[in-house]
């Protein structure tokens, strides 16, 4: 079976959670969560479907950029729909549903760059794993803060859109922002930590720069923590600094991997 079919299925039915959610927005009402829910889980199913069938290769995992790309973004709807069943965060699956949509037929219809199999060796694939969570949660931070500058900036000149009013209130967004950087930068160390245990050389040729920019980010994301619990950092600040993070974090993994397999074909 070829992954374009289930791929198309995937990205149709995260398109139709995505102008669900739109819909629901514009009307200012809210979206019914087992509805969302079911159409989200349909999607999930056709894109793990088709990530099964990309990204098996004998030597290993296929991780080239795009199928990388695909990958994140099935975990960060995962962690998404999952914290939405227990938390008022269902406005943060619109843009993962969208890059969803966009990633799983990319990694289909572009041509792959240098493709460097990932050894299915336990060690190997538990920092993998916790690199591809790692980032999904710090994602989902960085929506949070764009989302918590929007409402923050509507608040403050008093005229908040219907987008503004489907939003839990401020307090309570930024409890969240932080609630995703704590297990987001835990999962960040356990990741680092595995990728100098496990890795051969971190500081290796084609890792140096991936190494040394997830250190970066770790300290920032460290850094902003450190200043919720010492002096109370909040709104722009908190915002900012988990912009910073995240970019820092991006660099790190899509940065180096587009130069290494599109520039420098390595």
Not at 65 to 76: G, R, T
Not at 143 to 153: G, I, P, S, T, Y
Not at 227 to 248: D, E, I, P, S, Y
Request: one cysteine or more; hydrophobic letters at 55%.
């Amino acid at each position: 079976m070829y992954p374009l079919f289930p791929s198309l299925i995937a990205a149709a039915f995260y398109a139709g959670a995505a102008a669900y959610q739109g819909k629901c927005l514009l009307q200012r009402t809210k979206p019914n969560k087992p509805i969302l829910a079911l159409i989200v889980l349909i999607a999930i199913l056709f894109h793990g479907g088709a990530l099964f069938l990309e990204l098996r290769e004998t030597a290993g995992l296929d991780l080239e950029f795009f199928n990388a790309a695909s990958l994140i973004a099935y975990a960060i709807i995962i962690i998404t729909l999952l914290a939405s069943l227990r938390m008022p965060v269902e406005i943060l699956l619109l843009p993962p549903l969208l890059i969803g949509a966009l990633t799983v037929l990319l990694a289909q219809l572009l041509p792959s760059g240098t493709v460097h199999p990932v050894q299915q060796e336990p060690g190997l694939m538990a920092h993998v794993l916790l690199s591809i969570l790692a980032y999904g949660v710090l994602t989902i931070a960085a929506f949070q803060a764009l989302f918590l500058l929007v409402q923050d900036h509507q608040l403050k000149h008093k005229h908040p859109s219907g987008l503004i009013r489907s939003f839990p209130p401020l307090q309570t967004m930024e409890s969240l922002l932080f609630s995703f950087l704590w297990a987001g930068w835990g999962l960040l160390t356990l990741s680092l930590a595995s990728g100098a245990i496990f890795l051969e050389n971190m500081f290796a040729q084609h890792l140096v720069h991936k190494t040394f920019l997830s250190c970066f980010a770790w300290i920032v994301f460290g850094g902003l923590l450190l200043g919720r619990m010492r002096m109370g950092w909040r709104g722009h600040k908190a915002v900012r600094w988990t912009l910073v993070g995240f970019c820092l974090l991006m660099l790190a993994y899509f940065g180096s991997k587009l130069v290494r397999e599109f520039i420098l074909h390595i």
